[in-house]
């Protein structure tokens, strides 16, 4: 029995055990993932751990002796298959049981499927853990025409790498742009514009039927008919929320686990946190959604463990993410959820601007490509939900910290 078992050991989970004790809390932890690894950082893997340019020493979240030092119990290779909220255990698939006294649950997501023939085929990954990298790039050097499916930061991310190692790269993306989920129109053209420029073939409103081939793929076939030949192929599509078995447990929550603003679920002696959390976020207007970054795995880590030791603070951390590509730095801050009007501010084609996102005329986001100063001064803009008037916000000659 522990006193905290973390079930879960990517970025929300050990930063949870990490906080745990930095805050003072004496009693046992157990850090249970299903994964073979330390835990790690998960962003490198579609950047320059894919690349090759980081070594899997470099990313991983605190080296094996933070965790000794610090009596937290790693418990690696186990998958929790099964809770007991009223006996206050969890089963492994293995059939070991660990009891607790508060369980914290950070399982994340796992990739979605497409859903089509050929999925399961050989040479077709789904970049979300180490396993699937490294499966990857034992196959890499034999491989030279790649089909992205997938859009999104990660399926970008992936091909801009992927050109860098020389692959012809094809992306299909479902929807009329890129980033169509996350960012604006500006944004998406200003991405689809350097791919392309990068030797990219990117398809837009592209379908897929089926990933063709035999034991290996070799085609995917579009709605329309379309084969594009692929030696390999990259789904990122997005996930879906890792919580089954607590869902089963009689937990609630539909898309996730639902969490109330200390992260407790419906059972008071279990939190969730990260990816697999679906909480009223105040940045995006009190809706509840589930936020897919590290910062917001790290601080709800914090605001979950607050809660634990007694001293509870509801969630409200600022949301921010980046993405690299190419030369590029893009670094979002607030959610541009619900947003009715958006800004440029600067010139795509200079490769330096940000796009501001406006909800009944405050400042909700901002999505910053190589500007870093507005990023870091828009951040109090997005604290404040200012309202400024749009010529102001559009104007490069004004800094933004001056407009506020
Ligand atoms: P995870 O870090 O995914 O950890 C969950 C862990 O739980 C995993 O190890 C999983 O295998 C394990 N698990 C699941 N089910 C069970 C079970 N039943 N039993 C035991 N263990 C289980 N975010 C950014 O902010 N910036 C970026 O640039 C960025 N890039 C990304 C690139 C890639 C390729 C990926 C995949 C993600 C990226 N993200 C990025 C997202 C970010 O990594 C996640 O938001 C973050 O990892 C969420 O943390 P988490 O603890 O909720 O989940």
Redo the contacts with the bound molecule.
């Keep these: 029995r522990y006193d905290i078992i973390i079930?879960?050991?990517?970025?929300?989970?050990?930063q949870a055990a990490i906080y745990l004790r930095q805050w003072g809390f004496a009693g046992s932890i157990a850090l249970?993932?299903?994964?073979p690894e330390l835990p790690y950082?998960?962003?490198p893997?579609?950047?320059d751990y894919l690349a090759g340019e980081k070594p899997f020493e470099r990313i991983l979240i605190r080296p094996a002796a933070f965790w000794d030092e610090r009596s937290i119990t790693l418990l690696p290779s186990?998958?929790?298959?099964a809770v007991d909220p009223a006996a206050k255990t969890v089963a492994a698939a293995d059939g070991r049981s660990f009891g607790y006294s508060i369980l914290i649950w950070?399982?994340?997501?796992?990739p979605k499927r497409l859903g089509c023939r050929g999925e399961s085929l050989g040479g077709v990954h789904f970049?979300?853990?180490r396993a699937e990298v490294d499966a990857m790039t034992a196959e890499m050097e034999a491989v030279r025409q790649i089909v992205v499916i997938g859009g999104g930061?990660?399926g970008l991310?992936a091909a801009a790498v992927l050109r860098k190692l020389g692959k012809s790269v094809t992306l299909l993306e479902a929807q009329d742009r890129v980033l169509s989920r996350v960012a604006g129109e500006a944004v998406s053209r200003f991405y689809e514009a350097e791919h392309r420029a990068q030797g990219v073939d990117i398809r837009l409103n592209a379908g897929v039927a089926a990933i063709e081939g035999e034991g290996r793929v070799c085609g995917v076939r579009l709605v329309d008919g379309t084969l594009l030949s692929a030696e390999m192929v990259i789904v990122g599509i997005g996930i879906d929320a890792?919580a089954a078995?607590l869902q089963a447990s009689g937990i609630a929550g539909v898309n996730g686990v639902d969490v109330d603003v200390f992260c407790r679920t419906s059972d008071p002696a279990i939190y969730a946190?990260?990816?697999?959390a679906a909480h009223e976020n105040a940045f995006a207007g009190g809706m509840r959604l589930r936020v897919?970054?590290?910062?917001?795995?790290h601080d709800q880590a914090a605001c979950a463990v607050k809660a634990i030791l007694g001293q509870p603070e509801p969630y409200r951390a600022v949301p921010w993410?980046?993405?690299?590509q190419y030369d590029l730095r893009l670094q979002t801050v607030g959610l541009s959820v619900g947003d009715d009007q958006t800004i440029l501010r600067g010139v795509p084609a200079s490769r330096s601007f940000s796009l501001l996102y406006l909800r009944k005329g405050r400042v909700i986001a901002l999505d910053c490509v190589n500007a870093t100063k507005d990023y870091v001064q828009g951040r109090k803009l997005v604290e404040a939900g200012a309202m400024i008037d749009p010529g102001r916000l559009a104007d490069t000659n004004v800094p933004l910290k001056e407009m506020f």
């Design positions: 079930v879960g050991a990517g970025h929300g989970g050990a249970i993932g299903d994964e950082e998960r962003p893997l579609s950047k186990t998958r929790i298959a950070a399982t994340g997501g796992t970049i979300r853990n930061y990660i991310e890792a078995p946190i990260g990816d697999c897919e970054s590290v910062q917001n795995a993410f980046w993405s690299n």
